[in-house]
Nanobody
Framework: QVQLVESGGGLVQAGGSLRLSCAASGRTFSPYTMGWFRQAPGKGREFVGSMKWNGDTSTANSVKGRFTVSRDNGKNTVSLQLNSLKPEDTAVYYC?????????WGQGTQVTVSS
């Protein structure tokens, strides 16, 4: 089993930045993927970005150039840097972990962007 804890969410004005972190603990076997998703009220969950155990990263086209996925603290923590935030980025951001499917999910952290 894997436990995931997100942190770093908050309220920020449009154009501002936030850095989210996801710390994984438990039986974190390789190869794995750690992903970031977001969900706004009344909308489905949307893929944002991911980091594989070997360092490969991916980001959604909707956030390319603004959001960056990186690996911190060895291989147990993945961060999501959110720059040039827009009101439409407002959502609960979730961290996920798995080995082909995302089997484990964090509780989410709220990001609110005001205009």
């Amino acid at each position: 089993q894997v436990q995931l804890v997100e942190s770093g969410g908050g309220l920020v004005q449009a154009g501002g930045s936030l850095r989210l972190s996801c710390a994984a603990s438990g039986r974190t076997f390789s190869p794995y993927t750690m992903g970031w998703f977001r969900q706004a009220p009344g909308k489905g969950r949307e893929f944002v970005g991911s980091m594989k155990w070997n360092g490969d990263t991916s980001t959604a086209n909707s956030v390319k150039g603004r959001f960056t996925v990186s690996r911190d603290n060895g291989k147990n923590t993945v961060s999501l840097q959110l720059n040039s935030l827009k009101p439409e980025d407002t959502a609960v951001y979730y961290c996920a972990y798995g080995w082909g499917t995302y089997d484990y999910w964090g509780q989410g952290t709220q990001v609110t962007v005001s205009s």
